[in-house]
């Protein structure tokens, strides 16, 4: 596993959203910063540029100087915390960026001679704040640039990328899919509703939410539940699978998240095994030779 360390960027007088708290905006039930440090959750450190506000993990903090000036000047400040290698760099409001995306930025950084990588959108465009960067090339930009223009408030971020050889990284359409407008976050929050990905967002938001870090068939659950509301009665579908996780929280205390999973999975198939025998003597009857 590479080793990295993670810089988050929440600053900004967010304009756009009427001097809303942007990294405090919830989309699928959770705060857009936690969405992003959740896909850096295994970076050695992670340093939030910002005013602080309470996270689903712990972070370090840091503000730019002066506050509010601008993305160059926090990336400054932050900076000043990474001890690794390598530097993760996002901005706060990324609802949709993955762990995958992380991967291929980190493996790309990597490349002999590059001093980082950066993802690009779907129309080719730069997104300097969906990137890995080479600390040691980093600093010495920020430095120089520091130097000719007797500070980095205010400075554009493309005065820093011009400067360093970065590869890029095409990501899935919506990796740098940001929340700048009210639309943008209506938009987001439609998204997370659709069909095909609501039930991963749902399920990721509760464990989140119970702090729970355990990966289970949910096809498995689901089917048990169906079999359970179809086989005995339809309110017996939440109440097994309430039943399940109890019973599997009882076998795998004190055990690995592995084997919970596997608690789980094998609560699961008892319980659909009753649902199946229940229904089996339902359409059986009670006469003679029911089993």
Known sequence: MTAYDAIVLAGGAAKRLGGADKPGLRVGGRALLDRVLA?????????????????????????????????????????????????????????????????????AAGTPGREGALCTDADGRDQPLVAVYRAEPLRRELALLATEHGGLAGLPLRLLTAELDLARVEAGPLASFDCDTWEDIGAARARIREHGTVLDEWITAVKTELGIELDVDTGVLLDLARDAAHGVARPAAPLTTFLVGYAAGLASSGKSPEAAAEAVAEASRKATALALRWEEETGAGNGPGTP
């Open 39 to 107: 896909v850096c959750a295994d970076a050695s450190s992670t340093v939030v540029v910002g005013g602080r506000r309470p996270t689903a993990r712990p972070v370090t903090w840091t503000r730019e100087v002066p506050e509010g000036g601008g993305p160059l000047a926090a990336l400054g400040a932050g900076v000043r915390h990474a001890s690794e290698e390598r530097v993760l760099v996002l901005s706060a409001d990324l609802p949709f960026l993955g762990e995958p995306t992380v991967r291929s930025l980190l493996e």
